[in-house]
């Protein structure tokens, strides 16, 4: 009677437990859990999914028969005071063997069936992207469209994307949960993966991020997926093959001119339809200022990014004096949502102020500060290149320009 009064007690307690788990597996929707692993959106990713429910089957039906087991024994001998010592009992040990190496084989089929699925080669004609890992931000080159971009991969739907990975620096490891894309780039190695978008998710935005801790600013090193129709994908390809589009004219912000699918090139995301948990909201840093309205030329813009060591880092095709390899290429920075690896947005105030002090928006940043008078947190001093804001204003509108 004891045994029974105290399980009545912790029925209220189990009821609660369950309608909680219940209530917490009510929605999976997109937009509620934007970086969920349960709702794959290639096939790659809807093999691993189809593993786990196997496996968290089987790992269930093991738990349920032993807990059940271990209920009975525990309530038919609660009233034993004297416990009857055994010694060896072969039938039990045998017995005891074989129910575990039957579980495993059930594991290690369906396990090993989906390694050989997710490491096979990529299929002819796949789309290749190298992905290349920095500290903290990524690299992703087209080598048959010889078209290089940061932090925003173009992918089209419908086509398999055949990823090669690998690092300039220290291990990374790039994941994209909704696609089911997770592999770790690691130094004088390549790793390869691939995928196929479906092609219902067209067009639209998913967060990738890096998951293998790579120092001060790890967390700091995202990225957006943009899967396209083919026709958009074309488009945004032959837009990033010509060189920056840059005019003598009036800033533009960052209101870019955004063209249908399928016309003209140079496609890209709508900036309008980017949906929120896509939009990096964080804060820039209070302590860096930066006068509100100021604005810029972009033709002075482009000498001062000349002069103040700008092209020693970055590339800007078109731009025969800009050619460094160190940092993103800047050719269509423009027509990019995010700055930093993906955790500002690309706008006036938070380029200027990335451009003035790079190292305190992001702790660790190879940019070097720039600003005049400001503290470089890494050099502990004073930033030996000097832009005052109007400089620095006239080289965001020559940036805004790169289209």
């Not at 896509?278 to 302590?287: C, G, K, Q």
């Not at 930066?290 to 092209?311: E, N, V, Y």
Request: net charge positive; hydrophobic share 45%; aromatic share 12%.
């Amino acid at each position: 009677m004891k045994g029974s009064s105290r399980l009545r007690r912790l029925l209220p307690y189990l009821a609660f437990t369950a309608l909680v788990l219940t209530l917490a597996a009510c929605t999976g929707e997109t937009t509620q859990y934007p970086n969920s692993t349960f709702e794959p959106k290639t096939e790659l990713g809807r093999s691993i999914d189809d593993l786990w429910d196997i496996l968290l089957l089987l790992g269930m039906i093991v738990f349920v028969l032993t807990e059940l087991v271990l209920a009975f024994v525990v309530f038919k001998y609660r009233n034993n005071k004297e416990a009857k010592h055994t010694h060896g009992n072969t039938r039990l040990e045998i017995l005891w063997t074989l129910i575990p190496a039957v579980i495993l084989v059930f594991i290690a089929v369906p396990t090993v069936r989906t390694i050989f699925q997710t490491q096979a080669p990529a299929p002819a004609g796949a789309l290749k992207v190298e992905v290349i890992g920095h500290q903290w931000w990524w690299e992703f080159k087209y080598p048959e469209y010889g078209v290089t971009t940061a932090n925003e991969l173009y992918i089209p739907v419908g086509r398999t994307v055949s990823f090669a990975l690998t690092t300039k620096d220290v291990i990374h490891s790039f994941w994209i949960p909704q696609l089911g894309a997770k592999r770790d780039a690691i130094s004088n190695r390549t790793n390869y993966i691939w995928l196929t978008a479906d092609t219902i998710i067209a067009p639209s935005v998913w967060n990738g991020f890096c998951t293998e801790y790579c120092g001060a600013s790890h967390s700091f090193m995202r990225f957006r997926v943009f899967t396209v129709t083919p026709e958009q994908f074309a488009s945004w390809i032959a837009g990033q093959q010509a060189t920056a589009a840059f005019n003598a004219g009036p800033a533009t912000g960052t209101d870019t001119v955004q063209l249908a699918a399928g016309a003209a090139p140079g496609y890209f995301f709508p900036r309008e339809s980017m949906p929120a948990y896509a939009v990096p909201h964080r804060a820039y840093p209070p302590a860096i200022t930066f006068p509100a309205g100021l604005t810029g030329d972009p033709a002075r813009g482009q000498t001062a990014f000349m002069m103040g060591g700008c092209i020693g880092c970055h590339t800007v095709r078109g731009n025969p004096m800009a050619v460094g390899v160190i940092g993103p290429d800047l050719t269509h920075i423009a027509t990019r949502h995010t700055l930093a690896g993906g955790i500002y947005p690309n706008t006036t105030d938070y380029l200027a102020r990335w451009i003035k002090n790079a190292r305190v928006m992001k702790p660790g940043s190879l940019m070097p500060t720039l600003g005049k008078g400001e503290f470089d947190p890494i050099l502990k001093r004073t930033a030996p290149v000097s832009l005052d804001d109007q400089q620095i204003a006239d080289i965001v509108a020559y940036l805004q320009q790169l289209r």
